[in-house]
């Protein structure tokens, strides 16, 4: 396609007629080559060539058509070839003789064949006349002639124009539609053709902005352009006939939006803060600040330029800091920051467009904070050049000088924070100084104990320094080095034993008054005229005496090295020395006697009690010995029937199985069930040796097949089977007894008003059921009853209780004298007998004795079954007097209340 400038309309006709003739004169047939058909492409521009524009279409003659060939440029840094053999710039540049020339090449992507064209770009000359008609007329574009076909062989048209971008101002003041360029077809004279464009801006979104007149072509703008908006529209355009059939291929239409000078420049901060430090030299960057202009950047109307507009403070100079006018980098050019006298400046920075011309571009300003930050140009002093301090001996964790700095630096920064050290007068490292994170003040501690009688007095060379290194150049003054003079205080100090503690070894048995040993204190205070009293303050046995003035240890009773008080053969006691100071002091020493062992402690048999049955079989009775001596006055023993009586080796035998243990036996055929003490003749292995007696209880019962007895009858006959019964049924009276007084005692608290009733709940209150003398009903005997039948209900947990406190009496003489599981029931049923008996039968005792008599003797059955023998105990029941003599008293105490 072309794009024919100011031409008359009756030039294209002409020239497509010549070009017609031209190709049917030649009558020759070319056959078909494979590669470029033209030697050189030639574009004429009207203008610099711009980014994206299309320049020109190169062709390739594809014979067969089954070639995929690949294009490539020369200059790919300044021209692409897409796979159509439409040539763009890649990027914008003026016309010049260096971008005139270039070659494209073709490839054959399988076989790798290559071939390749030039292509000639100029620039098109302007006549004056020519700009008098552009100004004159509309621009025209009009669509490419298509490729003929003659006899089956394809014809070449002339080769096409590439239609350069259109240019079209942002902002125009109109008038609108304003018109840009007709399109037209060649073929209008012949047929009646209607005329659209299609893309963004006219049919897609924003849609309206360009329209064309579909019977004449001239394509229009509605309205302003905003370049910052959309800087670029890609229209087509198409022309078909009257029936929608599509008469010419579509062409390209680029309209470039040209930028104005229409946005201020703005920075990304309108206030900006960047740090220096203090002395910096010049040329020491600071910080660096940004502005953006919406306009074209490659343009001038978005090339920005810097300058700092003022100064403020003023000092030194008013000229302290420069700034570069393209990258807004803020940099010193001056010396004389000194933070001590200005911490502060503020500039105003001013960005202007069109490279900073006054005239025509436009600016904007923001303010640069910049802080001078602190070095250490300034050495901690301190306010005197001597300190004072005391300190108590052995006292740690004390401050006992404060030690005060001036420092000019910023407080509270690595520059200001001072940092002590001790350089001498402390080589034992007694002292250490912390710095007070508010004051800044030394606090010299003392962190070792000191003694007054080996230091009186400690002179400290202490220096002051910073966290960070002082400047380069700067040097400590003599005022960063003190001296701290520390006296030292004489305090009364405890006695100390040496050694604590003390160990020493004796045997036992050691008469009493023996003197053991010489346990005495020293005074550390050694310039103090003190005297030393010694007292005893733990000796668990109370076996030991100490003499109070020079410390002597004697004994005052027999050493044993088996009492429960000495632990691994050692015993331990603590002996106190206390001095005459003001304040007086004391210290505590330890004496651990080391117990030697000596044959004093005969054997005794173990177990004591042991069971077993009539007849030797199948039971036997294992023992061993038990000796509170340890070797070699202990085991092994020896084990021996005595003489005497004569029935004790005639009914048994002992058998030693080892060094420990032993096995008794019956050596009759049969034993009457009883309980026997069969004594044991037992010998240890001191030197000399240690015998003694020992008894060992042996219940000889009836044994079923297992070996466990069964003739509970002859051991309730031979123990205390009656006695145990009437134990239980006192206990069962103690417990009325108590029921008793507790009622009186609450008969009294309500008879007297004196407090709330805490147990009773209100519904029950006994004050509702005590009846009037004069009213009618029941006599004396039901009023008392009726009472009693209320405290009874209520206190019925508590007669447990007191049960339960009484049965492990019972049954440690019940474990004696039946087997386990007898005593296990016995247990359980205690507690409960005193409750049922208050609860069903307290009530009766008033109204008839004959029912106390009935209840003991059901309360006898309930025993005799329990423990597994007939009731032949009932006889207790029949001393009423007993019982009557209990309900007497208790009566009398009701008449008391």
Not at 21 to 34: F, R, Y
Not at 78 to 89: C, H, I, L, Q, S
Request: hydrophobic fraction near 35%; aromatic fraction near 8%; charged fraction near 20%.
């Amino acid at each position: 396609m072309c794009r024919i400038l100011g031409a008359p309309r009756t030039l294209l006709p002409l020239l497509a007629a010549l070009l017609q003739a031209s190709v049917e004169a030649s009558g020759e047939i070319a056959l078909c080559k494979t590669g470029f058909p033209e030697d050189v492409y030639s574009a004429v521009l009207s203008q610099d060539v711009l980014e994206g524009q299309p320049l020109l279409n190169v062709k390739f003659s594809n014979c067969n058509g089954k070639r995929k060939v690949q294009y490539e440029s020369s200059e790919p840094a300044d021209f692409k070839v897409d796979e159509d053999g439409m040539v763009y710039a890649v990027r914008s540049f003026p016309l010049s003789s260096e971008h005139s020339k270039f070659l494209i090449y073709a490839q054959d992507k399988e076989t790798q064949e290559k071939w390749q064209v030039a292509v000639k770009l100029s620039l098109k000359p302007t006549l004056p006349e020519d700009s008098m008609k552009e100004s004159r007329e509309i621009e025209e574009i009009v669509f490419p002639r298509q490729v003929t076909k003659h006899s089956g062989y394809l014809q070449r048209q002339k080769r096409d124009w590439v239609i350069p971008p259109i240019n079209l101002p942002e902002n125009s003041r109109g008038p609108f539609p304003q018109e840009l360029v007709r399109i037209r077809s060649d073929r209008d004279k012949n047929l009646s053709l209607r005329y659209s464009v299609t893309g963004p801006g006219a049919d897609q979104p924003p849609t309206g902005i360009f329209i064309i007149n579909p019977i004449s072509g001239q394509l229009s703008v509605t309205k302003p352009l905003d370049r910052e908006l959309i800087a670029r529209f890609h229209l087509r355009a198409h022309a078909v006939d009257i029936n929608g059939n599509q008469v010419e291929n579509p062409i390209d239409i680029v309209i470039n939006v040209i930028d104005m000078n229409d946005n201020r420049p703005e920075f990304l901060h309108q206030v900006w803060n960047g740090t220096v430090p203090e002395g910096s030299k010049p040329g020491t960057y600071v910080m660096t600040v940004t502005a953006i202009d919406a306009d074209d950047p490659n343009a001038l109307n978005g090339m920005l330029r810097y300058r700092i507009l003022s100064q403020a403070p003023s000092t030194p100079s008013p000229n302290m800091f420069t700034i570069n006018n393209e990258t807004g980098d803020i940099i010193t050019v001056a010396a004389g920051l000194d933070r001590e006298k200005v911490q502060q400046y503020t500039l105003i920075i001013q960005a202007t467009d069109m490279e900073g011309n006054p005239t025509y571009g436009l600016s904007n300003t923001a303010t640069a904070v910049i802080t001078v930050t602190d070095v250490n140009d300034n050495p901690p002093e301190f306010t005197a050049m001597t300190f004072y301090g005391e300190v108590p001996e052995n006292r740690v964790d004390v401050i006992v000088a404060n030690l005060t700095v001036t420092d000019k630096d910023q407080p509270h920064t690595p520059a200001w924070n001072a940092v002590y050290r001790i350089s001498g007068g402390d080589p034992t490292g007694r002292f250490a100084i912390q710095t007070d994170p508010n004051s800044n003040d030394g606090l010299v501690t003392v962190v070792k104990p000191i003694d007054f009688e080996t230091n009186r007095m400690f002179v400290l060379t202490v220096a002051a320094e910073n966290q960070v290194p002082l400047a380069k150049g700067i040097q400590h003054p003599p005022q960063s080095t003190a001296t701290v003079s520390v006296t030292v205080i004489d305090v009364n100090e405890n006695p100390y034993f040496a050694p604590n503690p003390k160990i020493i070894r004796q045997e036992e048995g050691l008469h009493t008054g023996t003197m053991l040993t010489t346990f005495t204190a020293q005074d550390p205070d050694r310039y103090m005229q003190q005297n030393i009293r010694y007292t005893k303050l733990s000796d668990p046995a109370n076996w030991l005496k100490i003499d109070p003035v020079n410390g002597q240890i004697t004994t005052i009773a027999v050493l044993d090295r088996e009492s429960p008080n000495v632990k691994n053969n050692i015993y331990n006691a603590t002996f106190l020395a206390s001095d005459n100071g003001i304040p007086p002091m004391s210290g505590t020493g330890t004496l651990q006697i080391y117990l030697l062992d000596i044959n004093d402690n005969a054997p005794q048999v173990l177990p004591q009690e042991a069971e077993t049955c009539e007849t030797p079989d199948p039971n036997s009775i294992n023992i061993t010995a038990l000796d509170y001596d340890i070797d070699p006055n202990a085991g092994p023993f020896a084990f021996d029937l005595p003489l005497s009586p004569v029935t004790i080796k005639r009914n048994w035998t002992i058998t030693r199985l080892n060094g420990d243990f032993a096995q008794l036996n019956l050596k009759i055929k049969f034993l009457e069930a009883g309980i026997y003490e069969v004594p044991i003749i037992i010998t240890d292995s001191g030197n000399p040796p240690k015998s003694n007696i020992s008894i060992l209880r042996v219940k000889v019962c009836q044994c079923d097949s297992n070996g466990d007895c069964t003739d509970v009858d002859r051991i309730v006959g031979a123990g205390l089977g009656t006695g145990a019964i009437i134990a239980i049924l006192l206990c069962i009276i103690i417990l009325l007894i108590l029921v008793l007084m507790f009622v009186v005692w609450m008969k009294r608290r309500d008879k007297e008003r004196q407090a709330k009733q805490l147990l009773i709940d209100p519904e029950d209150d006994v004050r509702d059921n005590i009846l009037k003398y004069d009213e009618e009903g029941g006599g004396e005997e039901d009023q008392v009853s009726s009472s009693l039948d209320l405290y009874v209900k209520f206190y019925e947990r508590t007669f447990k209780m007191v049960g339960k406190m009484l049965i492990h009496q019972v049954k440690e003489w019940c474990q004696v004298s039946f087997p386990s599981s007898h005593c296990q029931t016995l247990g359980e049923f205690l507690p409960t007998c005193a409750a049922y008996f208050l609860n069903y039968y307290f009530f009766f005792f008033w109204k008839s004795r004959m029912s106390l008599y009935l209840f003991c003797e059901k309360i006898i059955n309930i025993v005799s079954r329990s423990l597994g023998f007939t009731s032949n105990a009932n006889f207790i029941c029949t001393d009423k007097n007993f019982f009557f003599e209990v309900l007497i008293v208790a009566q009398r105490v009701k008449n008391l209340t």
